[in-house]
C-alpha cells in the first residue's frame, strides 16, 4: 500500500508538470489539444516550427508536437495517443530528417514516460524494446522511479513553491532556442569521419502505413526537411539515398515534400545553433517562409481552404449566424 500511494502520489505530481516533454504528453492525455494543424517530428520540429505563427498565417489553430531526440517510431506512438484523447487534426505538417527511419537503441529522456507506464500494456509495446527500463518497471509501483532522483528532485521543488505548476520552456509544443554557435558538427566530423544512416526497415513500413491511415482518415499531410546549415550537410554520407525514400513516399501517396536544404536560410550560420538546428531568429523566419509557401502550394492552398470552410461554417452553425466561405 505504501507503494502503491507513493507512486500514485509522484506520477500524480508529474501529471500536472509543464517542464520538459511533460507539458506536451500531459495535454495530449488532458484532452488540451484544440490544434487544426498538427506539427509532427524531433527535435528538428520542436524548435523550427512555432505555431502562432502558422496560426496567424493559415487562421487554424496549430501545436507542436515535436518529440526531442526520438525518431518516427516514438513519434508514431505520440500520433496515436493524440487521435486516442483529442479531435484528430485535419492538416498535418510532418518534419522529416535524417534520423527519422532510424531506431535508436537507448531511449533518450526516458523520465517523460514515468507517470504514464503503470500497467499501460500498449506503452510497454511501443517503448519496451528500447534499452531503459524493465518489465519489472510496468508492473511493481515505484520500481522505475528507482535513481530517477532529478524527477523526483523537481516534484518536491514544486511542493516547496507551493505546489505552483511548472513552468514550462515550450509554447504550444514550440522551444525557441537562442543560442551561440557551438562547434558540435566539428565534434561530430571528428568521431565519426564516414557517418552513414543504419535505415530501419520496420520504420520505414511504419511510416508507409501511417501515411496510408492518414489517407484513410481524411488528413491532409506535408512532408517536410527544413533547413539544415549547408556546411553539414555533407556529414552524412548516404543522405541522398535517405532523401530518395521521402520524396518516393511523397509520390507514391501523392503528397507534397518541400525540401528546404538548399534554402536561402541554409547558407547563413546566424540562424542556426549548431548544423541541424535553427535558432530563435531563425525558426521564426523558416515559420513564416514555410506557411506562405503553404498558401502558395496549389494542393496545399486547396486542402487549407477546404478546412477553413469547414471551420467557419462550423462556427457559424454554434452562433446561429451567417455562412462565410474563404478565400
Same mark, same amino acid.
Given at each position: 500500500?505504501?507503494?502503491?500511494?507513493?507512486?500514485?502520489?509522484?506520477?500524480?505530481?508529474?501529471?500536472? $508538470?509543464?517542464y520538459?516533454?511533460?507539458?506536451?504528453w500531459?495535454?495530449?492525455?488532458?484532452?488540451?489539444?484544440?490544434?487544426?494543424?498538427?506539427? /509532427?517530428?524531433?527535435?528538428?520540429?520542436?524548435?523550427?516550427?512555432?505555431?502562432?505563427?502558422?496560426?496567424?498565417?493559415?487562421?487554424?489553430?496549430?501545436?507542436?508536437?515535436?518529440?526531442?531526440?526520438?525518431?518516427?517510431?516514438?513519434?508514431?506512438?505520440?500520433?496515436?495517443?493524440?487521435?486516442?484523447?483529442?479531435?484528430?487534426?485535419?492538416?498535418?505538417?510532418?518534419?522529416?530528417?535524417?534520423?527519422?527511419?532510424?531506431?535508436?537503441?537507448?531511449?533518450?529522456?526516458?523520465?517523460?514516460?514515468?507517470?504514464?507506464?503503470?500497467?499501460?500494456?500498449?506503452?510497454?509495446?511501443?517503448?519496451?524494446?528500447?534499452?531503459?527500463?524493465?518489465? /519489472?518497471?510496468?508492473?511493481?509501483?515505484?520500481?522505475?522511479y528507482?535513481?530517477?532522483?532529478?524527477?523526483i528532485?523537481?516534484?518536491?521543488?514544486s511542493?516547496?513553491?507551493?505546489?505552483?505548476?511548472?513552468? $514550462?520552456?515550450?509554447?504550444?509544443?514550440?522551444?525557441?532556442?537562442d543560442?551561440?554557435?557551438n562547434?558540435?558538427?566539428?565534434?561530430?566530423?571528428?568521431?565519426?569521419?564516414?557517418?552513414?544512416?543504419?535505415?530501419?526497415?520496420?520504420?520505414?513500413?511504419?511510416?508507409?502505413?501511417?501515411?496510408?491511415?492518414?489517407?484513410?482518415?481524411? =488528413?491532409?499531410?506535408?512532408?517536410?526537411?527544413?533547413?539544415?546549415?549547408?556546411?553539414?550537410?555533407?556529414?552524412?554520407?548516404?543522405r541522398?539515398?535517405?532523401?530518395?525514400?521521402?520524396?518516393?513516399?511523397?509520390n507514391? /501517396?501523392?503528397?507534397?515534400?518541400?525540401?528546404?536544404?538548399?534554402?536561402?536560410?541554409?547558407?547563413?550560420?546566424?540562424?542556426?545553433y549548431?548544423?541541424?538546428?535553427?535558432n530563435?531568429?531563425?525558426?521564426?523566419?523558416?515559420?513564416?517562409?514555410?506557411?506562405?509557401?503553404?498558401? $502558395?502550394?496549389?494542393?496545399?492552398?486547396?486542402?487549407?481552404?477546404?478546412?477553413q470552410?469547414?471551420?467557419?461554417?462550423?462556427? $457559424?452553425?454554434?452562433?446561429?449566424? =451567417?455562412?462565410?466561405?474563404?478565400?
Amino acid at each position: 500500500m505504501l507503494m502503491f500511494t507513493a507512486d500514485w502520489f509522484l506520477s500524480n505530481q508529474l501529471r500536472h $508538470s509543464r517542464y520538459g516533454e511533460f507539458g506536451v504528453w500531459n495535454d495530449i492525455y488532458d484532452g488540451n489539444i484544440d490544434a487544426d494543424i498538427a506539427i /509532427y517530428g524531433s527535435s528538428r520540429a520542436m524548435v523550427h516550427l512555432d505555431p502562432l505563427i502558422i496560426k496567424d498565417s493559415l487562421k487554424m489553430n496549430a501545436y507542436n508536437f515535436g518529440l526531442n531526440g526520438h525518431n518516427f517510431w516514438l513519434q508514431y506512438y505520440r500520433h496515436k495517443e493524440l487521435l486516442k484523447h483529442n479531435p484528430k487534426p485535419k492538416f498535418i505538417i510532418h518534419s522529416v530528417d535524417m534520423f527519422t527511419l532510424v531506431k535508436r537503441e537507448d531511449l533518450f529522456q526516458m523520465e517523460q514516460f514515468l507517470p504514464y507506464m503503470l500497467y499501460n500494456k500498449e506503452l510497454h509495446q511501443w517503448i519496451g524494446s528500447y534499452k531503459g527500463y524493465s518489465n /519489472y518497471d510496468y508492473i511493481i509501483p515505484l520500481v522505475r522511479y528507482y535513481g530517477q532522483y532529478k524527477t523526483i528532485g523537481k516534484v518536491f521543488k514544486s511542493l516547496l513553491k507551493g505546489n505552483k505548476v511548472d513552468r $514550462s520552456d515550450r509554447s504550444l509544443g514550440f522551444a525557441a532556442k537562442d543560442l551561440p554557435w557551438n562547434d558540435d558538427l566539428v565534434k561530430a566530423r571528428a568521431q565519426f569521419p564516414d557517418y552513414r544512416v543504419a535505415v530501419d526497415s520496420a520504420s520505414v513500413v511504419l511510416f508507409e502505413n501511417y501515411l496510408k491511415e492518414c489517407r484513410n482518415l481524411g =488528413t491532409a499531410i506535408a512532408l517536410i526537411y527544413t533547413p539544415e546549415y549547408i556546411e553539414g550537410q555533407d556529414f552524412v554520407k548516404n543522405r541522398a539515398e535517405i532523401m530518395n525514400i521521402f520524396s518516393s513516399l511523397a509520390n507514391k /501517396y501523392n503528397i507534397p515534400f518541400i525540401d528546404y536544404s538548399n534554402d536561402s536560410i541554409s547558407y547563413k550560420r546566424e540562424y542556426f545553433y549548431n548544423a541541424s538546428h535553427l535558432n530563435g531568429i531563425g525558426a521564426r523566419l523558416f515559420t513564416s517562409k514555410l506557411a506562405s509557401d503553404i498558401k $502558395s502550394n496549389e494542393v496545399l492552398a486547396q486542402q487549407i481552404r477546404s478546412q477553413q470552410n469547414q471551420l467557419i461554417h462550423q462556427a $457559424s452553425l454554434k452562433s446561429g449566424g =451567417t455562412k462565410y466561405m474563404a478565400h
